[in-house]
Every structure is written in structure tokens, then in C-alpha cells.
């Protein structure tokens, strides 16, 4: 079962953390899966980049992204050669290595 090492990130999880997936398991489901709460505003259907993560090791093990994820990710904050929407981004069986941005596009999260 493949690993996933998430990097430190001061709301989510702020020590990092390392979870185990079933390979076919999104990222996003994942780290929610294990009580990352990871945002997800449009549910998981590639509609917004609020669960945007740079992949730092294991980018090529992942599926490729579609047209409607690309389209995405060009609004997406902080945007790398290796980034990714966590809902799009289905587990192999290599281990991956992901860093969750520090900031976000979500239009329907207030701010305090």
C-alpha cells in the first residue's frame, strides 16, 4: 500500500504527517480518510483548486492530469511544474511526497 509524506503545513498538519492509501485512492480522499482536512470545496469534482498539492516525490507514479484539471490548475495559488488537484491525483503503488501550498483560492471560506 503506498504512503503518502505530507510536509509540514501550520493549519493542517503542522508536525507533517505520513498516511497509507490503497493504490486507486485519490490524495484528497486520502488525507481526509486519516483526519487531514484538507480543503475541498466542490466535493472532489475538479471544479476549484482549493485542494491543490505540489508533488515533491512520486509525480511520475500518479496518473496523468486530464484537460478539465489543467484548465483548473492555472488558477490555482502557487502554481508548480508539479502541482496537482488532490482529488484528481489517483495513487499507484509508489509512495509520493506532497506539500499542501500555504494558501488557496476559496472564494466561499471566510476569513477571520
Given amino acids: ?58 509525480f511520475e507514479s500518479l496518473g496523468e492530469a486530464d484537460e478539465q484539471e489543467e484548465d483548473m490548475l492555472d488558477r490555482a495559488w502557487g502554481l508548480e511544474p508539479q502541482s496537482r488537484l488532490s482529488c484528481q491525483a489517483i495513487l499507484a503503488q509508489s509512495d509520493v511526497t506532497v506539500e499542501i501550498p500555504k494558501y488557496s483560492i476559496n472564494h466561499a471560506k471566510e476569513n477571520h
Fill in 1 to 58: 500500500m503506498p504512503v503518502i509524506k505530507i510536509l509540514p503545513h501550520p493549519e493542517y498538519c503542522p508536525e507533517g504527517a505520513q498516511v497509507s492509501a490503497p493504490a486507486g485512492t485519490s490524495i484528497c480522499e486520502a488525507l481526509l480518510e486519516n483526519g487531514i482536512k484538507i480543503e475541498h470545496a466542490c466535493d472532489m469534482v475538479a471544479a476549484c483548486t482549493t485542494c491543490h498539492v505540489v508533488v515533491r516525490q512520486g
